[in-house]
């Protein structure tokens, strides 16, 4: 069986129909990853907004802040899309649910922008801060940098003992029937 996520922030049949298909599983990432997001941020309560797991951390809060506006940031300046004023892209209302419907939001509205994209425009050198990349390596980029803060707040999930969902698989708390961790050799070398 296969994982499904609960209550996903977009469903899959809102994923519009990219311009050539073989960049189809960019915009599907996109929003499975956008999807993971939302379940970590859904785990959290006001009350656990200003946490922080040591004095040097950012709290649960700042890293919602700073998801919303860095991946404001790459889209924009990175990879060209058209963005909301950085002051509009973080909610009046220091809840994980405002968080949550900006984060959506945010994430429709650029999949709006990319689906029409074609090959040279994904293969096309963009600057990257000091270096120039392809936006396909940009693209990447943002989500691997989502996932490293998606990380980092499972922690703080686990450290206020609550449950930490399944993202890429099986949690303490969140299994099904078929579900394979790999935790021993004999299952890491199943062909």
């Not at 700042?62 to 973080?90: K, N, V, W």
């Not at 709006?112 to 990257?128: R, V």
């Not at 980029?141 to 969902?165: E, F, I």
Request: a neutral charge; charged letters at 25%.
């Amino acid at each position: 069986m296969p994982m499904m996520y609960r209550n996903p922030a977009i469903p899959e049949s809102l994923i519009p129909k990219a311009a050539s298909p073989i960049f189809q599983h960019l915009l599907a990432t996109y929003v499975s990853e956008t999807n993971k997001t939302a379940s970590v941020w859904r785990e959290f309560g006001t009350e656990d907004m200003s946490f922080r797991p040591h004095p040097r951390s950012t709290s649960v809060q700042e890293q919602m802040r700073h998801q919303l506006l860095s991946e404001r940031r790459f889209f924009c300046e990175f990879l060209g899309t058209r963005e909301p004023d950085p002051s509009t892209i973080i909610p009046s209302e220091a809840s994980p649910e405002a968080f949550i419907k900006n984060l959506t939001d945010l994430a429709m509205q650029r999949l709006e922008q990319l689906s029409p994209k074609d090959e040279s425009w994904w293969l096309q050198p963009a600057s990257f801060f000091d270096v120039q990349r392809e936006r396909i390596w940009i693209f990447w980029r943002r989500l691997l940098h989502t996932a490293h803060h998606r990380a980092q707040l499972t922690v703080c999930l686990r450290l206020l003992n609550k449950s930490v969902p399944s993202v890429y698989g099986p949690t303490a708390d969140a299994t099904w029937v078929g579900a394979d961790p790999t935790n021993t050799v004999d299952a890491a070398r199943r062909a």
